[in-house]
């Protein structure tokens, strides 16, 4: 398996503009890329950074295989119930492995599950999914780390009670928890009511955990190969488990970034050019928001500090994006993600009624889609835009496997560029407990008291059109 970083058209003599990075930038690096490596090694000795390690966990292979063997045999359809980093990873390998899936029928799926990943408490959205699975025929995998996210324990209650009105006592059959494998409310739930149950290894947090049952439990149900998922990953730590930062993609990449930053591209593009990866997009822009969108340096002082990760799909952000970053303000550095061969590819037949459509003929789709890439690469040169392709040989599970990797660990060594924690997320929580306080949880109350204080001083300025 080859992935390339090809950053050529990051630099300063490629983009000709205050922009570009310089080699010397680059050169300044190398130290301290040394030391951070030290540093996160010390930390992984330590059991400080559990993610790290999982593609090499092979135990948890057996576990989900048996579990996953089960639930292919009794259930026509598998609800993920998770938010953030408990849904975003499935449906990217899903998506990236298993395209079309859900539009198959069962004899073209292997008599495989379909795979819903509700990740919201949109009831138009959630009661729509529901209408399309059978109760007696539906499993829901349960996901939260920490066992208390209102999304999740809200989709639960309404799940739990659906399926028991259609089986009955029962019901605890179609439900597997993943969370915590000591602490929280479903692991409580699980013990003391006897459902199914995985562990998220302790330490992993939400969104590093594409290697753990989290993802590997749904992604088994539907036949992805989560062996070679989890081979993919750990072939390719020899390239980025190392202090070298010439030679690895993952420092490489975020060293770039963070120049990119430091230059005023504040804003970064992930721009797939494949349906597949589009969701990966999506995947990496909640890796990269929420691990380095922070408001304190590990010191303590207040620094507001983060890129800010947009996704994007090529060709089709052609038409709707690009537009902007050709021409818009200087703050984006765009990241696109090119795939080599595809499995399918199709050939474009010539058409005698329109010879202006000749020059197409004998050339097919996937040589178009690439070459789009290249042609919006050249022009983002041409108006002095800096961008960067990472090319992987094809969409595998290998591969899918291998990006991920790489981009958690791009995330934790750009975490100390940035000088921040990123594996918090203070952000989020604030968020979390105005909730809790306004759907009345006990315990709350000072919140919610905070909550009024805070709607009392504002001067509502609201245009309603009746
Ligand atoms: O990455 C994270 O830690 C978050 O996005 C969480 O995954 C998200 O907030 C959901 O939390 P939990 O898994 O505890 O329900």
Redesign the pocket.
């Known amino acids: 398996m080859s992935i390339s970083l090809d950053y050529t058209n990051m630099m300063a003599d490629a983009i000709h503009s205050k922009f570009g990075i310089l080699e010397e930038d680059i050169a300044g690096f190398v130290e301290q890329t040394k030391e951070i490596h030290q540093h996160i090694q010390a930390r992984r000795d330590n059991g400080e950074l559990p993610f790290f390690d999982l593609p090499c966990n092979l135990e948890v292979i057996d576990e989900v295989l048996n579990l996953a063997s089960d639930i292919q045999k009794s259930f026509d359809n598998l609800v993920v119930l998770?938010?953030?980093?408990?849904a975003l990873g499935t449906t990217a390998m899903f998506n990236a492995l298993c395209y079309g899936h859900n539009l198959q029928d069962k004899g073209q799926r292997g008599g495989l599950p379909r795979l819903y990943v509700l990740d919201n408490v949109d009831p138009d959205g959630f009661a729509a999914h529901l209408a399309l699975c059978d109760a007696a025929r539906t499993c829901f995998l349960v996901?939260?780390?920490?066992g208390t996210?209102v999304e999740?324990t809200s989709q639960f209650l309404v799940a739990r009670q659906w399926v028991e009105e259609s089986v009955g006592e029962h019901y605890r059959d179609h439900f597997v928890l993943i969370t915590d494998p000591e602490s929280g409310v479903l692991r409580e739930l699980a013990d003391r009511e006897g459902f199914r149950s995985c562990a998220i290894p302790a330490g992993v947090?939400?969104?590093f955990t594409a290697f753990t049952p989290v993802c590997l439990l749904p992604l088994a149900c539907v036949g992805v190969d989560i062996s070679s998922l989890l081979k993919g990953a750990a072939d390719f730590s020899r390239f980025v488990c190392h202090g070298g930062l010439e030679s690895n993609p993952a420092y490489l990449n975020a060293v770039l970034q963070y120049l990119a930053y430091q230059k005023g591209l504040k804003t970064s593009v992930l721009m797939p050019y494949s349906d597949r990866l589009k969701d990966l997009a999506d995947w990496y822009r909640?890796l990269w928001a929420?691990s380095l969108g922070k408001k304190f340096a590990t010191d303590g002082t207040v620094i507001h500090i983060g890129p800010t990760p947009v996704s994007a799909l090529g060709t089709t952000d052609q038409h709707s994006q690009v537009q902007l970053y050709m021409e818009g303000p200087f703050d984006k550095v765009v990241t696109f993600i090119v795939v080599d061969e595809f499995d399918q590819d199709l050939q474009f037949p010539g058409y005698k009624a329109s010879p202006e459509m000749s020059y197409l003929t004998g050339h097919t789709m996937g040589e178009l889609i690439r070459v789009e890439q290249q042609a919006t690469a050249a022009a983002l040169v041409r108006n002095h835009r800096s961008n960067c392709t990472i090319h992987i040989p094809k969409v595998t599970p290998e591969t899918v496997g291998a990006l991920i990797y790489m981009f958690e660990i791009q995330t934790l060594f750009a975490g100390y560029l940035f000088d921040v924690n990123p594996l918090d997320?203070p952000g989020?929580e604030e968020g979390k407990l105005f909730t809790y306080a306004l759907m009345g949880r006990q315990g709350y109350e000072a919140k919610a008291e905070e909550y009024a204080t805070i709607k009392a001083h504002l001067k509502p300025r609201v245009l309603t059109c009746k």
């Open positions: 998770g938010i953030g980093g408990s996901i939260s780390k920490s996210t999740t947090g939400g969104r909640q929420e997320q989020v």
